[in-house]
């Protein structure tokens, strides 16, 4: 299963998982989690996945570009 860090709240981080957001306590997720990553379950805990990340972040950058092109 594949998501993305929407926020932490306390105890609790939202994971949008498939459009719907979903609670997690932070023991279920790795600490080296942010905001904004590209998380991936993996025996019961979300770690980040690195690659997808940037390539979000990457698209991400270059929807922005494409707005605020001249």
Known sequence: ???IID???G???VIEID???KDF???EVDPACKINDVVLL???IWIPNISKTKK???HIQNLMNDVWED
Do not use: A, L, N
């Open 1 to 3: 299963m594949e998501g």
């Open 7 to 9: 926020r932490f709240e």
């Open 11 to 13: 105890d609790i981080v």
């Open 19 to 21: 459009g719907e957001t």
């Open 25 to 27: 306590t932070k023991s």
């Open 42 to 44: 993996v025996g019961g």
């Open 56 to 58: 979000r972040q990457e």
